[in-house]
């Protein structure tokens, strides 16, 4: 009977183990350098500590699709393992991202616009360019024809005319891809991380795989319509943050049709209910922090619902939530779920970029 318990114990720690270390964590990156935006920018300096990091502390760092096939078909992730992505295929990733990647021998994507690669700017990567880094292993991926919002439809716009015209031009831009580098992922990275359930939809029916901009960790439950990415760049580029969000483990959530809707007119979202799939968190230790607003009070409706109403109207502009709470099973380690919200202004009109 001792032998049994033991046994028992055993696998059932082991369980808990592999559930837990079943993530990865995507990371997004625009610019390498000193002289772009601060915002969308990285230092090739502190570009280099990053990877340094990944390679000193035994990250595996997987390229996209091993990811993305893992999800599918509900494979375990390897624990600890990254990917690393770059939107908006500028210059600059060549120059200085490549060779810091080529010396650890790290594979990476390239989220590029054909529409701004056929403009044939000094400040982005050509059309050879990118075929010679596809046929180095490099993957490029779709960011859409040109970098336009899927969210912000104008005013004298028929919404499924608009939205028919926008999946039209996401196709011709895979199709460019397909000829200018002979790879076709169905790949997608939204512009500005903007989507609505209803966007999400349409791109499952037309069988592409979606990727954000909320933080977050990659699980077997994660969303293929929406697979968050923790951005890397300034000012989350400092490497004491971005060790707790390499190590964070996915948090699985269910939210309602109301509460999984994105857009919002100011003022009209004031509370969110979730449910959460998990035993392995510290229920009384988890948090939420929203854009501008800051930490808010979390009420446990029952032992896995809870609801945040919050304390202040939601800025205009891109909000999100970021909850956390640590692993019962790996101290130290946090799990992590972010929900964005793309909030318009009073009157209807939609939010500065």
Not at 93 to 109: R, S
Not at 142 to 161: L, Q, Y
Not at 282 to 294: D, F, H, K, M
Not at 313 to 341: H, M
């Amino acid at each position: 009977m001792k032998s049994f318990t033991s046994m028992l114990l055993g696998l059932l720690a082991t369980c808990l183990f592999t559930y837990s270390t079943n993530a990865s964590v995507i990371l997004q990156y625009h610019h390498v350098s000193d002289d772009t935006p601060k915002s969308t920018s990285i230092s090739p300096q502190q570009f280099a500590k990053h990877m340094q990091y990944l390679a000193d502390n035994d990250f595996t760092v997987l390229p996209l699709n091993e990811v993305v096939d893992a999800i599918k078909q509900q494979q375990p992730l390897p624990n600890k393992s990254v990917v690393i992505t770059f939107d908006d295929a500028y210059l600059n990733i060549l120059e200085n991202a490549k060779p810091i990647l080529d010396q650890h021998q790290f594979p990476f994507t390239i989220f590029i616009n054909p529409g701004i690669v056929d403009q044939g700017s000094a400040h982005y990567l050509s059309w050879s360019q990118l075929k010679a880094m596809a046929d180095d292993g490099v993957m490029i991926a779709n960011h859409g024809f040109e970098h336009e919002s899927w969210t912000r439809v104008p005013k004298d716009a028929n919404f499924n005319t608009w939205l028919a015209q926008k999946i039209a031009l996401l196709k011709k831009a895979e199709a460019k891809i397909k000829t200018e580098t002979g790879q076709s992922w169905q790949y997608f990275a939204y512009p500005y991380g903007e989507f609505s359930p209803r966007i999400q939809q349409l791109l499952e029916q037309n069988q592409f795989i979606a990727f954000s901009q909320q933080s977050g960790a990659v699980g077997q439950n994660t969303d293929l319509t929406s697979i968050p990415r923790f951005p890397a760049s300034q000012p989350y580029d400092k490497l004491s943050s971005l060790k707790d969000k390499l190590h964070s483990l996915p948090l699985s959530v269910t939210l309602s049709d109301q509460d999984a809707q994105t857009i919002y007119t100011r003022g009209a979202l004031k509370k969110v209910t979730m449910t959460i799939n998990s035993d392995d968190i510290r229920t009384e230790q988890l948090n939420c922090y929203v854009t501008s607003v800051g930490k808010q009070p979390v009420k446990w409706l029952d032992d896995k619902q809870l609801s945040i109403t919050f304390t202040e109207t939601l800025p205009s502009g891109r909000v999100r939530s970021n909850c956390t709470a640590p692993s019962i099973s790996q101290p130290g380690r946090y799990y992590w779920y972010s929900k964005p919200w793309f909030i318009l202004n009073e009157d209807g009109s939609w939010y500065p970029h």
